[in-house]
């Protein structure tokens, strides 16, 4: 039984994951998410149901449209195979619990942020501020019902997270644009840390921020030195914040664990 339902939460992941490349494809595009129905980008040929089904018809294809054998960018059967293993990974923490539907929610928000955010450096309030509320929700609910999660517990760790999150980035915003005269990042970062922090609470959110900050140093200051731009070079802050709070989501726990034997005297 308890099988059956896993598989149900990663047949439903890829599923929505298919739904995501939907999103992450046309948004940036200003296409409708509803209409028209899924084609080949490259010949506009509808894409039929038994073209359609995640991960496997991408093999079943070899990669290449029925009709016009375009290549098919791998990016949609990892997006889809990605939804799925975290729906699997939630599940296996919840159990057939309702939390398991907000935080899935919230990954798959997450997942598309991240894409929209690396291809058009724009994080749409049409999912940040619903993952607001979202995140509060899951606090409501109570981060304890899945305990090996990190997760905000109560309510009032996730407004607080929210509002912590938000006056970070705010003002670094601020600072910034007070030296430089010039926005480094933007107010969609604002929103989407205060996503996070509602989700994680507010105990998470200098975690969440160090481990984004780093990570993108790493690797976006290579790219800046190498690019003519230089260090005006738009660096798609939303990646890192989405990618560290996936982190901190799943393995939380591991890495604070990690750090108090290095860094606490026992
Ligand atoms: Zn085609």
Redesign the pocket.
Known sequence: MTFLLAFYAFAIGAVVGSFLNVVIHRYPREESIVFPPSH??????NIRWFDNIPILSYLVLRAR??????PISPRYPLIELANALFYLAVFQRTGAAVAFIPIAAIISMTIVLIFIDLEIQILPDVIDIPGIFIGLLIGWIGGDVAADLVLSADILDSIAGALLGAAILAAIILTYWLIRRREGMGWGDVKMMAMIGAVLGWQSVPAVLLLASITGAIIALPLAIRSKEGFQLAIPFGVFLGLASLVILFFGHTLFEWWLRAFVPH
Do not use: Y
């Open positions: 080949c980008p490259d010949c506009n040929t449209c029925r009709n016009c054998r375009v």
